[in-house]
């Protein structure tokens, strides 16, 4: 009997305690949330300021970057390709692309990079060599003990080579790891191509919600920043294009090393800003000066201060006229970002400053004071 009454008290208690919490949910709900009312564009930046900050705390920029860069593709097959190509569907260019992606993930994993760690060493000796051989013609043909210190200037070779030898190899880990995070926004690309109204749904069921003001938030300013990447991005391409068609000509001119290698390499440098062309040409420059020795040096040394000089006459032209800023400017972000970020730092870097830009203008700042009249 005793037990039976403790029991029924332990169940009031705890129907008592249930209402009384609903009490206070209804409570909590009835009230206005008043910093959102208040601030709403303070507690919208605040969270896509947390959101960045794990991204970079956690080494998540290479996957934000590639789901970034995969939507940008997506976009552009299903969007500008497709009224292109009407008859096309937009699921066979979606398919398409993602056929193109998968394979050279393969090619990469099991061709490329197994193929650069077995040949990394054996091109280190190779340019040892070459350097050796081609100091001592330099020496009998013009006297060179007589200018400079032949071993010393051996020695620097040698050692500046190994030393890009050596941060070649040791960026294959990195690369690996970036390959992953490529895989799952693939991944992630996929299913919001197919679910992105879903993904949407999930956020906003609850209309008043704070989740749904921070998700509409969000999302509005993330395709801001879409456009500005949008653009920004398409020019790059096309100087990136621009590059590789010149650099096409000494590539496949010289008796170079693995030569589609060195296209997609100078093809993927081009889509960096300003330090893309000098990573592309460092690779080409060893490559010729071990396949062709000097002249072949000469020639790759030639094209790079071109290409260079034309890079900046292109950006100048090109995302110039997309992104109005001064030289300054660009430059000034481009090291700001690079150092914070990376090297996604300089993709994202103009976009970025753009976006900045855009929201700060739309935001109503504090009143300057009128001019109090003298009279």
């Known amino acids: 009997m005793r037990k039976a009454e403790g029991a029924r008290h332990k169940l009031d208690e705890m129907v008592d305690l249930v209402r009384r ?18 601030h ?3 507690v919208g930046y605040a969270f ?4 960045a900050a794990i991204l970079v705390f956690f080494h998540l920029t290479v996957l934000a970057l590639s789901f970034l860069f995969l939507y940008f593709v997506s976009d ?6 497709h009224r292109a190509l009407p008859f096309v569907p937009k699921a066979a260019l979606f398919a398409l692309l993602y056929t193109v992606v998968v394979l050279a ?4 994993s099991y061709q490329v990079v197994p193929m650069m760690v077995k040949n990394l060493p054996e091109l280190s000796n190779q340019l040892r060599v070459q350097v050796v051989r081609d100091l001592k013609t330099a020496t009998r043909r013009w006297d060179l003990p007589a200018y400079v210190n032949v071993d010393e200037l051996k020695t620097s070779i040698v050692k500046a080579s190994a030393d890009i030898l050596h941060f070649l190899a040791t960026s294959l880990t ?4 970036g390959v992953i995070q490529f895989v799952f926004a693939l991944g992630i690309n996929l299913f919001f191509y197919f679910e992105s109204d879903k993904v949407e749904q999930a956020f906003t069921r609850n209309p008043d919600s704070l989740m749904t003001f921070l ?6 300013r993330l395709k801001i920043f879409y456009i500005y990447f949008r653009r920004v991005m398409g020019g790059q391409v096309i100087i990136a294009l621009i590059n590789t068609l010149i650099s096409l000509v000494v590539i496949f001119g010289l008796p170079l090393r693995h030569q589609f290698l060195m296209v997609f390499v100078v093809f993927f440098c081009g889509l960096f800003p300003v330090v893309g062309n000098l990573m592309s040409n460092s690779v080409l420059t060893i490559n010729a000066f071990v396949a062709a020795g000097m002249w072949g040096t000469a020639i790759c040394l030639i094209m790079l201060i071109a290409v260079h000089k034309l890079e900046y006459f292109l950006n100048s032209r090109i995302i110039g006229g997309i992104v109005h800023l001064p030289m300054a400017v660009s430059l000034g972000a481009l090291i700001f970002f690079e150092v914070l970020l990376g090297i996604p730092g300089l993709i994202l870097a103009m976009p970025l400053v753009l976006f900045f830009r855009h929201e700060l203008e739309n935001i109503r700042g504090i009143s300057s004071p009128g001019r109090v009249s003298s009279g």
């Open 21 to 38: 919490q609903s009490d206070l949910e209804r409570r909590l709900e009835s009230r206005p949330n008043t910093l959102i009312e208040n």
């Open 40 to 42: 709403p564009h303070l």
């Open 48 to 51: 896509l300021a947390f959101l």
């Open 76 to 81: 552009l097959m299903t969007g500008d390709i």
């Open 105 to 108: 993930i393969i090619l990469l």
């Open 174 to 177: 990195p690369l690996y790891k």
């Open 215 to 220: 998700y509409k938030f969000s999302r509005t």
